[in-house]
């Protein structure tokens, strides 16, 4: 069946770096879009970050964009977020999903549980 697995959270200092992967299995990955949200507290679901199935199409939110980079290892099944330059706000729980086709503009289908970041000195 299709597994999600998120990794890499945890405490990081406004300023700093942290990366998160995303770990696919169960489906043809090379074949699917993957969208980075994240559910912050207070706030509903936030959409962060997509990536087409060959990575030519990305797509940032505002929040996200500039400081944050998505790519994809297709060889390893496994999708990143890149977050530089962590504010307190990016504080959240990060899911990562698998879209219906390998276009962005399609709908998700697919979540993993998610990995909790905590961005605080």
């Known amino acids: 069946q299709v597994q999600l697995v998120e990794s890499g959270g945890g405490l990081a200092q406004p300023g700093g770096s942290l990366r998160l992967s995303c770990a696919a299995s169960?489906?043809?990955?090379?074949?699917?879009?993957v969208t980075w949200a994240r559910q912050v507290p207070g706030k509903g679901l936030e959409w962060v970050s997509a990536?087409?199935?060959?990575?030519?199409?990305?797509y940032y939110t505002g929040a996200a964009k500039g400081r944050f980079t998505i790519s994809r290892d297709n060889a390893k099944n496994t999708v990143y977020l890149e977050m530089n330059s962590p504010k307190r706000e990016d504080t959240g729980l990060y899911y990562c999903?698998?879209?219906?086709?390998?276009?962005?503009?399609?709908?998700?289908?697919?979540w993993g549980k998610g990995t909790l970041v905590t961005i605080a000195s």
């Open positions: 990536v087409s199935s060959d990575v030519r199409v990305t």
């Open positions: 169960g489906f043809t990955f090379v074949n699917y879009a």
């Open positions: 999903a698998k879209h219906l086709t390998n276009a962005i503009a399609g709908g998700m289908e697919s």
